[in-house]
């Protein structure tokens, strides 16, 4: 228990380290630095199926076609950053909801990670366990050993119709809101 215990604060160091290094340096990176090359915004979102702490197993991006779906990736569950990000996308969970919009959070934590992530912080939207790190690099989202914080607003037919890169976590969610109202409105 207590090596267990050792090795997590460990890594959370380890993630910190990665994480403030990415803050100094900045979004005017290239696309590799930045975790890929992006699906171009009026293309189809890249489809996926991933395992989710909800109980439903997996859940899949067609699961949700007919709704709005915000997509985003993060680094790491009960980082500081994760945890805010996280709170603020479950405090305004309500206001995406009567927008027709689905929130989902996609990290390289295991799915037992997600639950504990979950428990701790009252989130009522799926975490999905991408632990290879598949899908992230599909999205662009993918600097090993995580995933980068990006967000992906994919509209009811499947079209990625707005990307976020280096989003600061504490106004985040309140973006994502407002470009979706102005998306809506088109």
Known sequence: MKRLLVHRVIRRLVV???LIGGLILGPSLPAQALGGEQVPLGETAPAFTLPTNGGDGEISLA???GQWVVL????KDFTPG???EAQRFQRDLPEFINRNAQVIGVSADDVDSHA????????RFPLLADTDGAVSRVYGSW???MSMRHT???DPDGTMRERFLGVRPAIHSQEVLARLDELQQT
Request: proline content about 7%; overall charge negative.
């Open 143 to 145: 600097m090993k050993p």
């Open 72 to 75: 985003y990736f993060y680094p």
């Open 16 to 18: 910190s380290v990665l």
């Open 63 to 65: 699961d949700y076609l």
């Open 116 to 123: 504990e992530f979950c428990d701790s912080e009252g989130l």
């Open 152 to 154: 992906y607003v994919i």
């Open 82 to 84: 994760c945890t805010l």
